[in-house]
T-cell receptor, first 116, second 112 residues
Framework: DTGVSQDPRHKITKRGQNVTFRCDPI?????LYWYRQTLGQGPEFLTY????????KSRLLSDRFSAERPKGSFSTLEIQRTEQGDSAMYLC??????????????FGPGTRLTVL | GQQLNQSPQSMFIQEGEDVSMNCTSS?????WLWYKQDPGEGPVLLIA?????ELTSNGRLTAQFGITRKDSFLNISASIPSDVGIYFC????????????FGTGTRLKVLA
């Protein structure tokens, strides 16, 4: 399977703990995205990498959130001092630019975070 | 800000029926994408549309990019039970071709 993979698929943690998620994009894709999805809503953009450079962060991404893509391949999303409001599905997507107008993003299966 | 509104919000249909749903925006989009999401999974790309007026099919699915560039339609013909799920439209925001916004979703349930 050469799709986007995410690990873990599920994470349950206690409030105040730190958590880290990993995303492995499709191998030839140089763009990587993180989204957050709460129940009953569509995904919301969090941040975007082109190769190893983080080019944009949403206002949704508080100071407790940090994302990295050190070698331009896999990415990690860390949440420090988790809060119950952080409970959500965290989705990773990747793309490679093929069209003059925009690219097409392919999503991973997501990491479901539950903060108790 | 930009918003995508989908209708209907949910629908129950009988197996074998055709399904139509749409996505509208108050602003112009240069690309429309349709995704399907199953419970506990990530969205799966169904169809991507890049030009106004474009009509594209993927098996039993057909999607159209509206002429005004402010709407898109997705049709599913001869629905089957595995079509159940949430269908999202999405498109890049005006601030960047990489940042998608997603619609509110249409929840489809197919009765056997």
């Amino acid at each position: 399977d050469t799709g986007v993979s995410q690990d873990p698929r599920h994470k349950i943690t206690k409030r105040g703990q730190n958590v880290t998620f990993r995303c492995d994009p499709i191998s030839e894709h140089n763009r990587l995205y993180w989204y957050r999805q709460t129940l009953g809503q569509g995904p919301e953009f969090l941040t975007y990498f082109q190769n190893e450079a983080q080019l944009e962060k949403s206002r949704l991404l508080s100071d407790r959130f940090s994302a990295e893509r050190p070698k331009g391949s896999f990415s990690t999303l860390e949440i420090q001092r988790t809060e119950q409001g952080d409970s959500a599905m965290y989705l990773c997507a990747s793309s490679v630019r093929r069209q003059a107008i925009t690219d097409t993003q392919y999503f991973g299966p997501g990491t479901r975070l539950t903060v108790l | 800000g930009q918003q995508l509104n989908q209708s209907p919000q949910s629908m129950f249909i009988q197996e074998g029926e055709d399904v139509s749903m749409n996505c509208t925006s108050s602003s112009i989009f240069n690309t429309w994408l349709w995704y399907k999401q199953d419970p506990g999974e990530g969205p799966v790309l169904l169809i991507a549309l890049y030009k106004a007026g474009e009509l594209t099919s993927n098996g039993r699915l057909t999607a159209q990019f509206g002429i005004t560039r402010k709407d898109s339609f997705l049709n599913i013909s001869a629905s089957i039970p595995s079509d159940v799920g949430i269908y999202f439209c999405a498109g890049p925001t005006t601030s960047g071709t990489y940042k998608y916004i997603f619609g509110t979703g249409t929840r489809l349930k197919v009765l056997a």
